[in-house]
């Protein structure tokens, strides 16, 4: 097996899923434009096949690329939000033209991050899940993941494909047992975000699991393991030294609304009783979307485990579990990373199963995103 072969093989998944994204962004666009009051901003209005991409979250990474980090109080902060992909953008952003204007040099930056680390991701996730099956499961497990309702977030100004791209490659260069690479390549997960941490986990399994087969002590070289946590160590001691509180992202991780801090159940209870509008048609089709996405990943998570190994249910279990403490809101974009769990679908889903899943994928998924790029809150 090659890596050209893996990067050829994952390319007409990524194209036709990325391709179909932004057509179905500038469609939503300009069929329904825009009201002066139905956006905060918008920073390509003349460009909509990019504009529906860049909402939401993607505004705070635009403020640590302007301003820096800030912290005013535990409502008016951006410090929860990690560096690796703000630096990322920043450096891609020296690059474009000034003449663009510096919202829409963020934009265009962000959005060619993300790209580039989906078309990474992916061709790691093609990779691993040939190390860990075959060939035609590797296939399958791409498509799955491109069609994924929540796979839109791979290419918007979000973390999430910069974060897969990290994770999977780690993952990779475990199993190969290049431990330096594989911690380093975790540490990087760790700066962009907190679940990154279980990625170190994860290898940090993979590893030891190894020795146990062999009968052997851990060489020097699971030493490099150490390095594992470094990205969010190293960001905590910062906004530690920074703001004067080596506990302040814990702080603001754990500043919830009512309802989301009386944990999930309160949280549904509030979602469901609120008057029946579109909003809170959309926000309570979130929340069964998201437990649709819980259920996924738990049950598949245990298959991975039975099927790859003990880390391949560590890493999707803790990942959705820590949200799930208090929220089932962006379960579905939490999900859309979790290689495992489609690694072990690709596997286990029988052919018939398989098409099915891909179209009903297809369908939710542009429709959501169409929702998305008109600035509904799907997170």
Sequence with gaps: ????????????????????????????????????????WQFLPNALVFDGLVRWDSGWYRTI????????????????????????????????????????????AAVFVSHVACYLGLAGVCTLARLKSDEAAAERCVWLMCVFPYSFFFSAAYTESTYLAFAVWAFVHAERQQWARASLLAALASGTRIPGLFVGASIAWICFAERRRRVSAPGKDALWLLAAPLGCLVYAAYVGIRFHDPLLLFHVSTNLPGHYARGIFMHIAHVFVQPHDLASLIERTTIILSLFSLAFVLWMSLVAGRLFGSAYALFPLASIALPSLYTLDANGRYASVLFPVFMAAAVTVPTPLYRVACAVSVTVGAAIFALFARWRHIT
Aim: no cysteine; proline share 10%.
């Design 1 to 40: 097996m090659s890596m050209v072969s893996a990067w050829r093989a994952v390319l007409p998944a990524f194209v036709v899923s990325r391709v179909g994204l932004l057509l179905i962004g500038y469609a939503s666009l300009r069929m329904a434009p825009l009201g002066p009051h139905d956006a905060p």
């Design 65 to 108: 690329i302007a301003w820096g980090y800030y912290y005013e109080s535990l409502k008016h902060e951006n410090v929860h939000f990690f560096p690796v992909y703000p630096l990322l953008v920043r450096g891609v952003m020296t690059v474009i033209p000034q003449s663009l204007g510096p919202d829409a040099a963020f934009a265009y």
